[in-house]
């Protein structure tokens, strides 16, 4: 994996770019970064380019700091020092007068104009899609978007519970909170497929199967009838309306977005990466910023499959050595513990990183170590002789109380932190 150089080379037009990069690396300076490098040598303009991140915070912050380094970019090339070392603005003043006049205007309209950047959620840009789309899109305006379909479930699942097992002789084998569950978790994973796809015929398996195709079913007609979409049908609308390789959507996303930047790939769902695949490789200059140890979101259909086979196809795959936010001693201790190790894949591996920062900033603390680990001993917690280990939500509360605890030592120290008191 080839380190990304951020005043190199921009991505090969029309190719896809793996940027993948461990936590405090920089990911979404290095994002903001080559948006302003764009923008100021002329390659695209802020309304050519796409950034898409996970959630609406990340897309806020995204939005901050996107305009932030364009900003600083054009006080530079105005003649204004900047506020700290920036190998990026140092790039920009390189070359003639007239270069530097170019890309000051340039940057300077960017900011003018800056409410046309499409800087969303995969959710949001799914729906700006599929209204510009119309027909193509197989959507209609006046359906109503809601966040959660969860109360709607909860009515399905006991209108579909009591239709099932209302009449029945014996106390159904299916309990109401587990049918609950069960369909919580089929709907919120628009991918997911029902196995075996046998089932035996009476079996609890089949029971759960039917179950859970009925309230699928029931949901659909639901929507319907209120004129009413989730999250997902906007991703599974767009992916049906990109399906055939000549679809006038595709086309058009295209000609509208020639750059393509995805933050937080990491937690990408299947539906989502078919409509970023299907719209954009191929076609428009894609770039996926992610790290697969930070994959958290499971719950909600993030699937680190996905990363990795959209990692296997990518014709560029780089990553960031520098870490921005940690000091050299943390960051070399837990090295110590976690390098080279494999993290559920032997794909997703902790490699060594560089610090930034050389010295330490945490003085004086009741504990002086960069990196500790705290043991938790089985000692007045109950034990069977078939579990000898300790459940995981008394391991949550002991780990909770535990960290407070320490934080509160900390806190109640004379310890400083880059010159000043540590505080809440």
Known sequence: MNPFDLTGPLPTPKTTTVLEASAGTGKTYALAGLVTRYVAEGE????????????????????????EQIAQAARALDGQ????????????????????????LRLRDALANFD????????????????????????????TLVESLDDLVRQIVDDV???????????PRLSHTAALKLARAVVGDPSA??????????????????????????????????GILGFDDLLSRLA?????????ARERMRIRWPIVM???????????????RRAFAGASTLILIGDPKQAIYAFRGGDIVTYLNARESADDLRTLTENWRSDKALVDSLHVVLG??????????????????????????????????????RDGYALSKRRNSIGMDELRNHIGADLAGDIGTLLASSATYAGRAVRA
């Not at 995805?262 to 970023?276: A, C, M, S």
Request: some cysteine.
């Open 262 to 276: 995805v933050d937080e790939f990491q937690d990408t769902d299947p539906v989502q990466w078919e409509v970023i």
């Open 116 to 143: 046309a950047a499409t800087i969303a959620t995969t959710h949001e840009f799914c729906g700006l899609v599929l209204r510009s789309l119309g027909i193509a899109g197989d959507t209609d305006a006046a359906v």
């Open 81 to 104: 020092p900047p506020d700290e070392a920036s190998e990026l603005v140092e790039h920009l003043l390189k070359g003639t007068d007239a270069e530097r006049a170019e890309r000051r």
């Open 340 to 377: 080279g190790a494999a993290l559920g894949d032997p794909k997703i591996v902790v490699t060594d990183i560089a610090a930034q920062h050389t010295e330490r900033r945490l003085v004086g603390a009741p504990h002086d170590g960069p990196f500790r680990l705290r043991v938790v001993s």
């Open 44 to 67: 695209a303009t802020l309304d050519q380019m796409l950034l898409i991140t996970f959630s609406r915070a990340a897309s806020r912050e995204l939005r901050e700091r996107v305009r």
């Open 161 to 171: 519970y009591l239709d099932t097992f209302g009449n029945a002789d014996e106390p």
């Open 193 to 226: 497929q029902p196995r075996p796809l046998d089932p035996p015929g009476g079996s609890e398996v089949e029971e759960r199967i039917t179950f859970a195709r009925n309230v699928t079913v029931e949901l659909e007609r639901r929507k319907r009838k209120l």
């Open 240 to 248: 049906d309306a990109l399906k055939d390789d000549d679809s006038p």
